[in-house]
């Protein structure tokens, strides 16, 4: 009876539509039809999270995984699976988007979903540094509905190149407290707001991205004889724990550090010895995160005196760069350490400029002090700020084709800004918020915010109501995972570089993206480009004394 019941249970899983691996490069949307394998193989060096996607085949609600373990050479790999949430796009980015559901929350896997919708699975491998290299295999079992679906096959590989802990290129994404609450529907004040603050900073860190607000309460400070006397216990409480790398087994740090201002200094010479005060507190702590004064943000011309006072007092207490974003302007001649410009003003394009002052990295740093840093960020000139396609065919190609970080753009566009990065030799990122639609609306129905679909929000407010769920949790999205990506292709070819291949690697960047408006958009391509750079490192990396030397890293 056994018997011939399994063997019944086979037939008729044989007969039915598998499920299919897609790539994690394509949004999988209703009604467009996508390409996919019955099997998964994933390639992912050690310290890196690599994932894939799984589309359920017919109409499902409910969906049941059970744990996915890889067996292989080192200890199992387990994999962290999400159901893929949609979100209704009522006026498009700009021409390169299009109304309708699009897929960017990630939930539980038990979350119901609409049948009306696909039905798809992100499922993540994370290999730690430590993780022995070799071949790892396994199969995801999976019920639609309560029926089983037939099993998938996955096949990792884990690379001998090893990426680091904490990223090599600096980035400061905002975070507020105030915003979390609001969306959380907590108050600010309370232990459980604190709480879920930490959670929403650990996901950046885990995705190689350093914060900067959080709470944004500066520690209070007395003034004794021209001396500042701060107290950091409440700071260091704060963010200690992502400075000195122990909040996750991987010793990851926050890359960047902001000043926080603070309001008790009254004159010049308080302003001066508190700047100086915090300084000195970092270097006794031994962080190794680049502090910063973060200047007023996009000056106009009407702010110039602030921002040289600020930059002239900061700079009177040493040992802090000063962060001015503006692309650059004489009128601000002399005040930035980092100047911060958007991704626009670093690539001539011909048509309308989007930037006022628009100049290649090479010309915009020989008119820089020496010593001068250069990051840039994405705004709304990434995609247009008015939102939906413009009317003049012209103003549309100047806001269409860049990195973006929009719901309803191309995958693609949403993992750029990392290669980028690595081609020009940017020196950080910086991104003004991440929960910004936390403060205006329900993000689980509309994140559409200056003319984007998800401009200044990542995340998504995880509360008990909406996932079923005894907490508060911060829900990630598919653009933070493209995000990391990203960044984990910059680790990729900043290894390559390192091991003597510089060469090459610019080549592969440029094989991705040419420029901040020229992404390849073939996600093949992109897959092609990432399995010749894993085949370059590995031989890079076993020919040299890394792989003799462990724990050695370029």
């Known amino acids: 009876m056994g018997a011939g019941w399994a063997w019944a249970l086979t037939a008729v899983l044989a007969a039915s539509p598998g499920p299919k691996v897609v790539s994690p490069l394509v949004k999988v949307r209703p009604g467009v039809s996508v390409e996919g394998a019955s099997e998964a193989k994933l390639s992912l060096a050690r310290g890196e999270c690599e994932a894939t996607q799984v589309l359920l085949p017919g109409n499902v609600r409910r969906v049941t995984a059970g744990p996915l373990a890889l067996k292989g050479p080192g200890a199992a790999l387990s994999a962290t699976l999400w159901r ?310 012209s103003v549309e190609r100047a806001y269409s084709g860049w990195a973006s970080y929009m719901v309803d753009h191309p995958a693609p566009l949403n993992r750029a800004m990392g290669p980028l990065a690595f081609l020009t030799g940017v020196d950080g990122e910086l991104y003004f918020d991440t929960v910004y639609a936390y403060n205006t609306k329900d993000p689980w129905k509309d994140i559409f915010e200056f003319g984007g679909n998800g401009d200044g929000t990542l995340f998504y407010p995880g509360t008990p109501a909406r996932l079923g769920s005894k907490e508060h949790q911060p829900v990630v999205s598919l653009r933070l995972k493209h995000i990391r990506d990203g960044l984990e292709d910059y680790e990729y070819l900043h290894l390559l570089a390192g091991l003597g291949d510089k060469e090459s690697a610019r080549t592969f960047a440029r094989r991705l993206a040419r420029s901040g408006y020229e992404i390849e958009q073939d996600v093949e391509k992109w897959e092609q480009v990432r399995h010749d750079l894993s085949a370059r490192l590995k031989q890079r990396w076993e020919s040299s004394e890394y792989a003799k030397r462990p724990g050695v890293r370029p």
């Not at 021409?95 to 897929?103: C, I, K, M, R």
């Not at 992100?122 to 290999?127: K, T």
């Not at 290129?169 to 915003?179: E, H, M, R, V």
């Open 84 to 393: 893929e949430g949609f979100i209704d796009v009522k006026t498009p980015s700009n021409s390169q988007g299009a109304s309708g559901p699009w897929p960017d929350p990630l939930l539980p896997v038990e979350t119901p979903g609409e049948p009306s919708l696909p039905a798809v699975l992100y499922v993540e491998f994370c290999a730690p540094g430590s993780q022995q290299p070799g071949t790892y295999r396994g199969e995801l079992r999976v019920k639609a509905d309560g029926n089983a679906v037939p099993p998938v096959p996955f096949t990792v590989e884990v690379q001998p190149f090893e990426l680091p802990a904490t990223a090599s290129l600096p980035t400061s994404f905002g975070l507020s407290l105030y915003s979390i609450s609001r969306g959380h529907g907590l108050s600010p004040e309370s232990p459980e707001a604190r709480t879920l603050l930490r959670s929403y900073a650990r996901t950046l860190l885990e995705h190689r991205i350093s914060a900067h607000g959080m709470s944004m309460t500066p520690p209070p400070v007395r003034f004794e004889n021209g001396r500042a006397v701060v107290d950091f216990r409440a700071y260091d409480e704060e963010v200690a724990p992502f400075l000195e790398g122990s909040l996750l087994p991987s010793g990851a740090r926050f890359t960047t550090a902001e000043v926080r201002d603070c309001r008790q200094a009254s004159t010049e010479a308080e302003k001066v010895a508190y700047y100086r005060a915090f300084a000195e507190h970092f270097r006794s702590k031994g962080w190794s995160a680049q502090l910063f004064f973060y200047a007023k943000d996009e000056p106009k011309p009407t702010d110039v005196p602030l921002v040289k006072a600020q930059s002239s007092r900061v700079r009177a207490a040493g040992s802090i760069p000063v962060l001015v974003t503006s692309p650059l302007d004489d009128a601000l001649r002399g005040t930035a350490d980092i100047l911060t410009p958007t991704l626009n003003c670093f690539f001539p394009r011909s048509g309308p400029q989007t930037c006022r002052n628009v100049l290649p990295i090479d010309k915009l740093r020989s008119r820089l002090p020496e010593g001068a840093k250069v990051w840039w960020y994405q705004s709304c000139n990434s995609h247009g700020c008015t939102g939906g396609p413009a009317a003049d065919s």
